[in-house]
Nanobody
Framework: QVQLVESGGGLVQAGGSLRLSCATS????????MGWYRQVPGKQRELVAS???????IYADSVKGRFTISRDNAKNAVYLQMNSLKPEDTAVYYC?????????WGQGTQVTVSS
């Protein structure tokens, strides 16, 4: 069974940092590149960062240089270090496989950046 559990969100001032964590079931993690997505109400979910099983990373232009994605293969976990946060980063953040996400999403973790 696919399990995706995100945590680490919160309220932070602009310029601050947060570290998101995603615990996954082994079947999801070992078979896929993984990514962090985010969604704002009324907008489509967007992929902001991804990492292959070998550690190659890709970032959306909007977060490049500020966010860092990593994975711990021993723990089946994916992380997103977010620095220099901006109000426009406010969203619910989810992890899932890349490029084709599993249909069963986790609950996500809310990130709110105040100006």
């Amino acid at each position: 069974q696919v399990q995706l559990v995100e945590s680490g969100g919160g309220l932070v001032q602009a310029g601050g940092s947060l570290r998101l964590s995603c615990a996954t079931s082994g079947s999801v993690f070992s078979s896929n590149a993984m990514g962090w997505y985010r969604q704002v109400p009324g907008k489509q979910r967007e992929l902001v960062a991804s990492i292959t099983r070998r550690g190659t990373t890709i970032y959306a232009d909007s977060v490049k240089g500020r966010f860092t994605i990593s994975r711990d293969n021993a723990k089946n976990a994916v992380y997103l270090q977010m620095n220099s946060l901006k109000p426009e980063d406010t969203a619910v953040y989810y992890c899932n496989a890349v490029p084709t996400a599993y249909p069963a999403w986790g609950q996500g973790t809310q990130v709110t950046v105040s100006s």
